[in-house]
């Protein structure tokens, strides 16, 4: 199996979409509730772009639109849209199954992305889980608390307690059992908090690191396990801090995590862009890891309207000083429109060389609120 993966690891994907599964939660007065009008939204317009990969994440935490034995549906409305995945699985396929088949049918890979952390229901009761409802004491905190750091999410799950670590590997294990998809994404970005020290400022140490290094042999297990007996590799990939010492800071120990064959593929940044692309290359290249930039509109548009259209030719430089450090492939996060430019011209430098395009370093925001001092980390180009 770890041969198989490393072929699969290294095939060709120009770009990495992650689709944040508002497809099917945008839905207005009068629109089909269809599988083809699904498909159209972001999906069946990319067939014939760069996109050769999709990440599709199904919602926050422990509240998806696939099906799941172990994880709530996501039943209810927000921000004035109608949420219609039940209406799909009405039909007899939910999201993730109608994205993978439309993926694999198209030639596209699709892995399920599970965000590791997300807190948007710290500031959205319609988001909380059940199971957060009930088992409080596993979060980092209650509403009412103020932390100076961790961005005041008090929502999010402490990855110090077991009974955490357990239940995000019963919720991946049901999805690799259930889903025919190319493998899973941990997204450690969204968001990147996972011990309670960070909240407070003191240090996440070692022990915390270990924690998490042993949910990911776990989760290693689990898919050579569903790799052999489907006689296809599973792989895992990871979106992470771009800095080896941000990322071990927030207790992601990224260089063991590769000494022990634990990822088959990094992306790197997100909010923030902390290191010129050449280092987490380099890192992946020792290991044998194909290394993507994650060209975020959080980062390079404005944060508070990040799937808005964007400056082209800044996208351009983006993904043409990635492709000039070596990158494997560019991943866009936080841009949907499936006619986009950008799923059209990223993913081919030589096209980017004859076009027009503009490039600063661009750090981005809030590695201080996650993080104590987390700017520390940063090392802009020169």
Not at 86 to 95: C, F, N, V
Request: aromatic share 10%.
């Amino acid at each position: 199996m770890p041969e198989t993966r490393k072929t699969a690891a290294h095939r060709t994907r120009r770009i990495i979409m992650n689709n944040d599964g508002n497809d099917a939660w945008r839905h207005q007065p009068g629109e089909p509730k269809t599988v083809e009008h699904f498909l159209s939204k972001r999906t069946a317009p990319l067939v014939g772009s760069h996109v050769d990969a999709i990440f599709y994440c199904t919602g926050v935490f422990d509240i998806y639109t696939h099906r799941s034995d172990e994880s709530e549906l996501r039943v209810h409305g927000d921000r004035g849209a109608d949420d219609w995945a039940p209406a799909l699985i009405a039909l007899g396929r939910d999201t993730l199954q109608i994205t993978t088949d439309f993926g694999h049918q198209h030639g596209m890979e699709v892995f399920w992305s599970m965000r590791m952390n997300d807190t948007h229901d710290s500031g959205n009761p319609r988001l909380f889980a059940q199971w957060k409802a009930e088992h409080p004491q596993f979060l980092m905190g209650r509403r009412e608390d103020k932390f100076p750091y961790g961005a005041g999410r008090w929502s999010a799950v402490n990855y110090a307690i077991p009974e955490v670590r357990d239940k995000i590997f019963r919720i991946l294990r049901d999805v690799c059992a259930r889903y025919d998809v190319d493998g899973v994404e941990l997204d450690f970005f969204r968001h990147p908090l996972y011990f309670k020290p960070q909240m407070t400022g003191e240090p996440v140490t070692q022990e915390h690191c270990d924690m998490m290094t042993g949910l990911l042999g776990r989760l290693r297990q689990l898919t050579d396990g569903v790799g052999a007996s489907r006689g296809r590799p599973m792989l895992i990939a990871a979106r992470v801090p771009d800095s080896v010492g941000y990322a071990k800071a927030i207790g992601l120990d990224l260089i063991r995590w590769l000494e022990h064959d634990l990822l088959d593929i990094i992306v790197g940044s997100g909010y923030f862009h902390l290191e010129p692309w050449e280092n987490l290359v380099a890192l992946g290249k020792r290991c044998d890891v194909p290394v993507y930039a994650c060209l975020s509109a959080s980062r390079i548009e404005d944060p508070s309207n990040p799937e808005r259209e964007g400056d082209i030719e800044v996208w351009r430089g983006e993904a043409m000083r990635a492709w000039d450090a070596g990158v494997s492939g560019i991943y866009t996060f936080n841009r949907f429109n499936p006619h986009d430019l950008i799923f059209r011209e990223l993913g081919d430098p030589d096209l980017l060389r004859g076009l027009k395009r503009k490039y600063e370093f661009i750090a981005g925001r809030s590695m201080d609120a996650w993080l104590k001092d987390g700017s520390r980390f940063l090392k802009p180009e020169a």
